[in-house]
């Protein structure tokens, strides 16, 4: 019996590797190949190309002009992440530290935009932003990733809010300090690895959005990821080499920031609770 035990149990053992190698291979494979493709004169029937370049990369920069995507894209990400904290961190510390009738509920609405597929909700979003006339610009992109960001940032602060002790606060209002001072000498520099977690996945987060984005892009409003949409299935004949060319600075931009944020982030921090 204890040996059918141990057997099945290096069988499963041995069936999830196998699945885990699996998804890595076909991930770094598909990853290689875009990347090979970016730098490629030619590539047919071969697993190699003819030859290599660094030509694409020009022609995608001026092709997609790529210059001014990704100042709109930085442009986008940084007022939804500046916002999204400007909200988020008050919104985090009431729901933390005050109850309140309905608290569930508005918790349970908060996490509802995270659950949710953001088409669900991006559909009738976007009417709505479309009705106002805030659809099309770059207010409208904001405001619609600000949906699923702010409830994020919210969610992630509440656990670094109620890991500090609420004596702390209670001293420092004994000896003068108001809820200004209180928030800039004494929550802000405990908060601070809270708030840099949030704020840089909110960033990448919002860098990866598709859905809400393309739904309420115009043609001066779309980040990087929308424009590369448009350059795949757009009407027209284009060079494959500069498509993946446009893929590999995505994924290198997008790498970049969530080395940052990996940076920052301790998961142990944002899902425990301190014990009181």
């Known amino acids: 019996m204890v040996k059918d035990t141990r057997l099945s149990t290096k069988l499963w ?4 590797w196998t699945l885990i190698g699996f998804f890595i291979v076909n991930l770094f494979g598909m990853i290689a190949a875009v990347v090979t493709s970016s730098f490629s004169t030619r590539w047919l029937r071969s ?3 003819d ?3 660094t030509r694409w990369y020009g022609a995608a ?3 997609f002009q790529l210059g001014d995507v990704l100042t709109v894209t930085f442009q986008i990400v940084f007022l939804v992440v500046f916002l ?3 909200i988020g961190v008050p919104a985090a ?10 608290k569930k509920l508005i918790m349970l609405l908060f996490l509802l935009p995270l659950l949710v597929p953001p088409i669900t909700f991006g559909i009738p979003l976007a009417t709505v932003l479309y009705r106002t006339g805030l659809a099309g610009s770059m207010s409208g992109v904001v405001l619609a990733n600000l949906v699923p960001t702010v409830p994020f940032v919210i969610l992630v602060m509440i656990p670094f809010i109620e890991q500090i002790d609420t004596k702390i606060e209670a001293a420092a209002r004994v000896f003068g300090a108001n809820t200004f001072k209180l928030f800039i000498h004494v929550l802000l520099p405990l908060l601070m690895p809270g708030i ?3 704020l840089l996945l909110v960033l990448v987060r919002t860098i990866a959005m598709f859905e809400l984005t393309f739904l309420t892009a115009g043609p001066t409003s779309q980040t990087l990821v929308v424009a590369l949409y448009y350059a795949v299935f757009a009407a027209g004949v284009r060079a494959v080499q500069s498509i993946d060319a446009m893929a590999v600075i995505y994924m290198v931009t997008t790498l970049v920031w969530l080395i940052i944020a990996l940076r ?3 998961p142990t921090q944002i899902v425990a609770r301190a014990k009181r």
């Open 264 to 266: 920052f982030v301790n």
């Open 93 to 102: 510390y009431a729901l933390a530290r005050r109850d309140f009738p309905g």
């Open 196 to 198: 840099l977690a949030a």
């Open 61 to 63: 920069w001026s092709e």
């Open 47 to 49: 697993w190699l190309p």
């Open 84 to 86: 999204s904290g400007l």
């Open 13 to 16: 053992a041995a069936a999830n």
């Open 51 to 53: 030859g290599w370049t």
